[in-house]
């Protein structure tokens, strides 16, 4: 993992190491990038901005810190899929439950993702896209090439487009949770209950995923 | 079509009335809302602050009203597909088509449609949320419900979670060809000519998407 902290922020207490990203995930989650301002996120973690410079060179080595701690958490989920049983169907469903579980645990950390790549962020987006979606891309394509080779889904697929239209869904549905403008479009296309019955999103997913996979048969 | 300009506007030379609004559009996909500046939007399109009051109120009416000239965009290419002949995959390919021309052509119009998913503008996205996501859930609705009736797709599909996934795609599609980070994203997932070979991504996705709503087969 790339080190964005200086290595003092190494040597102090996890507890207090933790207080001090979630006081800047929920800065930067609520103000954007440019509105944070990092002398506040410091009197908010309760220390000096004298102690924050020696943790975080700038307000940019800071956020990408936070980044890089959520490239771990992703890590670890598609590292837990990864190594459960289940043929390409129920890994794609325990990316989907776990779109869901993480969205609502990570609301915020959603939230700078999605602010991420809008325009102002894009001296960071080139550099931080590279890292996380190199390592969705790669666990799709893995998953994708076996299931194929197996004889388990449509062999006319195009892989690489079939695993970026997979992401597609499950990235958005990570959205609406956890972005207001999602939120409401979801319950316009599904009901005001769509944020209530996750059950009904899964199942209404896997089939249109499972059916895309599958080998076709011809039009009616 | 909700007026949020004053009706002075609506009185000057249209072509005039364009390069306010092409100059606002510039200003606020590059700067965002927040960091748009109504002075900087009137000193570049050549008028005076005095005269830009006289046709809005504030810089969110001039926001509103680009938002309003956007869903008119929608509203005219989705009414062009619903009165061109053809069955719903031909219907979703133009939609999958129309996203990538109207990418190209209004690359700044996407890049605040995505600004305004995040969380700064949240007081007026609820509001914006539901016109413009109500025409586009409408618009499908109409076409699976149809589609379905006539036994051309599986009725084992849940109507209106399809039609949140197949939007799902068709957005991030134009959002893979207007932010910096999306770009780099379908890059990273597609190969390095995913932006210059339009046709392969016509037909991934189309592939993908019947798939998904023809009547299965049963799991091999």
Do not use: W
Request: charged residues 25%; neutral net charge; aromatic residues 10%.
């Amino acid at each position: 993992m790339e080190k964005y902290h200086k290595e003092t922020f190494s040597r102090i207490p996890a507890e207090k190491q933790q207080r001090i990203l979630d006081t800047a995930v929920a800065e930067f989650a609520a103000n954007g990038f440019p509105g944070a301002n990092i002398n506040v996120i410091a009197k908010k973690a309760g220390i000096s901005i004298g102690a924050m410079y020696k943790y975080f060179g700038s307000k940019e080595d800071l956020f990408l810190t936070i980044i890089e701690r959520a490239h771990g958490l992703l890590e670890e989920a598609l590292d837990d899929i990864d190594h459960s049983p289940g043929d390409i169907f129920q890994r794609i469903e325990m990316m989907v439950r776990a779109a869901q579980r993480y969205a609502r645990a990570f609301p915020e950390l959603h939230q700078i993702y999605l602010d991420l790549t809008s325009e102002g962020l894009s001296h960071m987006s080139r550099k931080l896209s590279g890292k996380m979606e190199t390592i969705t891309a790669r666990f799709y394509e893995k998953l994708i090439d076996s299931a194929m080779a197996q004889g388990r889904i449509d062999p006319r697929l195009d892989p690489r487009v079939t695993a970026l239209c997979i992401d597609n869904l499950i990235l958005m549905l990570q959205y609406s949770y956890t972005s207001d403008y999602f939120r409401e479009r979801m319950k316009i296309f599904i009901g005001p209950d769509a944020l209530l019955d996750d059950e009904k999103i899964v199942r209404g997913m896997m089939g249109f995923i499972k059916g895309a996979l599958l080998t076709q048969k011809q039009p009616g």
